[in-house]
């Protein structure tokens, strides 16, 4: 008899833990979608362009830094030394630019 009752104790325990396991799944969220252009209310106007452009020239050479710079470098589309791009005025680029501000020379381009 010992043995049927620790089987059936096992199993109400296997039973809980699954219970609880399924308790803690996450259910699936619904996405509202405000407006009929399916953007949700806090993204709107989230991304405004800032007015302008920056002229973004790279003057000291990626060599010899870290790897995190050069990569930055790359997303700025600086391919080589002295290489000059054109950038929108964004807050993700000037957090680009302050990263690598020892490597590159910023100024605003006139429209």
Known sequence: MPRKKAAEAAGAAQKSRKAAKAAKVPKARARS???AG???ERQ???LEPLV?????K???SGIGHAYTYRRTLAALG???HQAEVLVADTPSV???L???????RVRPEEA
């Open 33 to 35: 979608r405000a407006g």
């Open 38 to 40: 399916g953007e949700s």
């Open 44 to 46: 709107e106007g989230h």
């Open 52 to 56: 302008g452009k920056l002229r973004v």
């Open 58 to 60: 790279q003057v000291r």
């Open 78 to 80: 600086l391919r080589h």
């Open 94 to 96: 000037r957090g680009m």
């Open 98 to 104: 302050f990263k690598v501000a020892h490597l590159v």
